[in-house]
């Protein structure tokens, strides 16, 4: 303690704490100071101590009491909240004590994390510093919206009441970090029933971070992906492992003479005649089957819409991007047999 080391609040538990504060005072540390006794013969020592940051508790009644008279106080000595909200926050400070033993929340991979009706927290594990840069300390005692980036701000007071209300369904947001920028969370939480009575929320959270800034990176990727097949020399399409068209770009409407996309996609690869005479269509089954590579396909193929049979070049991929919302595959056409092999 007289190291400098940073503390919300100094408790002790024997009368051996008199004499500890008035050290602590003698080297200027005024950090609160709670005495947390009850021996009668202390009661005149520590009646004498004067002072705005120390407290008396003693130890009287239940332990449940007790504990519930400390948190009070502790309230008090570091500033969190009005009376009245203390007294409102004792039911979940107990409710803590007997249903979340601190050995198991400081040690769960997820944040754990407690708010009064007020969305005030009342609890967060110390887990949260590595998520948000804050202590535990920096939260509690802080509105659950000043944690929130604001253009989140009315989809979680939304969210606070449903949870309130009994939803636990697992949302996404922005968490505003001590720095100033935003980390993405994902979180559940339900409501804390006292006698029937709802008196908060308990909730997880984990850092989702690091898989939205994949997920962006891919989004990009495949913009960039689409962008190319659209403005690509040849037609590209993608199917799915039925055989139903999910994708085609305008250079490929443009070869086979479809007046439209989702005129096209009523065709089955799988099933058009014309595919089926020229082997195609085997062989798209076979590929769909094995997953292994073919050499590039060759043949006359004349579309539904064709104004008169064209000669195409089909090349088969193995598509490991989407350019539609379906897996599957991908392959290439074209009018010029070089064109596919030059790319």
């Known amino acids: 303690m007289l190291s400098g080391e940073h503390a919300n609040v100094i408790i002790s538990g024997s009368l051996d704490g008199i004499s500890i504060f008035h050290t602590l005072r003698q080297h200027g540390i005024t950090t609160p100071f709670i005495l947390f006794t009850g021996d009668r013969r202390e009661n005149t020592t520590i009646d004498a101590l004067t002072g705005e940051n120390v407290f008396n508790v003693r130890k009287v009644g239940s332990p449940k009491q007790q504990f519930a008279d400390l948190c009070k106080v502790i309230l008090c000595a570091v500033g969190k909240g009005t009376k009245d909200a203390q007294e409102k926050n004792v039911e ?95 979180t559940a939480a339900r409501p804390i029933f006292i006698e029937g009575r709802v008196i908060g929320i308990q909730g997880i959270l984990t850092d989702i971070t690091s898989l939205k800034t994949m997920e962006e990176v891919l989004r990009e990727s495949e913009e960039q992906y689409r962008d190319l097949a659209t403005n690509a020399p040849i037609g590209i399409l993608t199917c799915d492992t039925e055989g139903n068209l999910t994708y085609i770009n305008q250079r490929g409407l443009d070869l086979i003479g479809s007046p439209g996309e989702e005129e096209t996609r009523t065709v089955n690869l799988l099933e058009y005649p014309s595919l089926i005479n020229i082997g195609f269509s085997e062989m798209l089954q076979k590929f769909i089957d094995s997953g292994f590579s073919i050499p590039p396909f060759e043949g006359e193929y004349c579309s539904r819409w064709g104004k008169k049979p064209t000669i195409v070049y089909i090349y088969l991929l193995l598509s490991t991007r989407k350019l539609s919302q379906e897996p599957g595959l991908s392959w290439m056409i074209s009018p010029n047999k070089n064109y596919p092999r030059s790319l």
């Open 92 to 186: 979940l400070y107990r409710w803590l004590s007997e249903n979340a033993p601190p050995e198991i929340l400081e040690n769960l991979n997820e944040v754990f994390y407690v708010l009064n009706v007020d969305a005030t927290v009342i609890y967060v594990s110390r887990n949260i510093k590595p998520i948000s840069g804050y202590s535990a300390s920096d939260v509690i005692g802080r509105s659950y919206v000043e944690l929130v980036h604001p253009e989140d701000i009315d989809g979680r007071l939304s969210q606070f009441l449903s949870n309130l209300s009994g939803s636990n369904e697992a949302t996404e947001y922005r968490f505003l970090k001590a720095d100033g920028s935003a980390a993405w969370v994902k």
